[in-house]
T-cell receptor
Framework: GAGVSQSPSNKVTEKGKDVELRCDPISGHTALYWYRQRLGQGLEFLIYFQGNSAPDKSGLPSDRFSAERTGESVSTLTIQRTQQEDSAVYLC?????????????FGDGTRLSIL | GNSVTQMEGPVTLSEEAFLTINCTYTATGYPSLFWYVQYPGEGLQLLLKATKADDKGSNKGFEATYRKETTSFHLEKGSVQVSDSAVYFCALDTSGAGSYQLTFGKGTKLSVIP
């Protein structure tokens, strides 16, 4: 497809389980971002990948969160030992690069619910 | 640090009413400014943007002017439709100053009634 694709669209899991979220960026987009959106809140930046450079992990809330990206393709966000406060919509975005007002294109998100 | 402040919602308007959603920002350097829209059940979509002072972004009847002197980027539409019901997010990007993630406001929910 032409847009950013995320899977699964919904995930319900028990507290303490690990989850893995997937993002397929738009082809040719070198920059990829993960955000978290809690109910009624704005977006919180989590992590940023740009090409083969070291990622900016400054937004990850704890060491239970990690993300990987191979080259300029798919990214996975992993949350280990999930807690109820991890319940949120996790959004992925990609862009042609950074700077110059390049807009970010968002996927529809993964709605994560921790029981 | 960078921050974006939006007017709190929800905002409820009748069809064909005039819309203003206020947005002010604090940033180092010279940010690019964006409005994103999130329709019910969908992801965020870029609505419009402006990359320098006095630029006006426009799309789908919406407009916003980058005002450096008042650090504002208010969103306006002259006549709203039911289909405009969504959550609107103001955001800034200070890539030119070394950071590269978008800083978002908390969002303003708009409901347009027939």
């Amino acid at each position: 497809g032409a847009g950013v694709s995320q899977s699964p669209s919904n995930k319900v899991t028990e507290k303490g389980k690990d989850v893995e979220l997937r993002c397929d960026p738009i082809s040719g987009h070198t920059a990829l971002y993960w955000y978290r959106q809690r109910l009624g809140q704005g977006l919180e930046f989590l992590i940023y990948f740009q090409g083969n450079s070291a990622p900016d992990k400054s937004g990850l809330p704890s060491d239970r969160f990690s993300a990987e990206r191979t080259g300029e393709s798919v990214s996975t966000l992993t949350i280990q030992r999930t807690q109820q406060e991890d319940s949120a919509v996790y959004l992925c975005a990609s862009s042609l690069g950074r700077g110059g007002g390049q807009p970010q294109h968002f996927g529809d998100g993964t709605r994560l619910s921790i029981l | 640090g960078n921050s974006v402040t939006q007017m709190e919602g929800p905002v409820t308007l009748s069809e064909e009413a005039f819309l203003t959603i206020n947005c002010t920002y604090t940033a180092t350097g010279y940010p690019s400014l964006f409005w994103y829209v999130q329709y019910p059940g969908e992801g965020l979509q870029l609505l419009l943007k402006a990359t320098k002072a006095d630029d006006k972004g426009s799309n789908k009847g919406f407009e916003a002017t980058y005002r450096k002197e008042t650090t504002s980027f208010h969103l306006e539409k002259g006549s709203v439709q039911v289909s405009d019901s969504a959550v609107y997010f103001c955001a800034l990007d200070t890539s030119g100053a070394g950071s590269y993630q978008l800083t978002f406001g908390k969002g303003t929910k708009l409901s347009v009634i027939p």
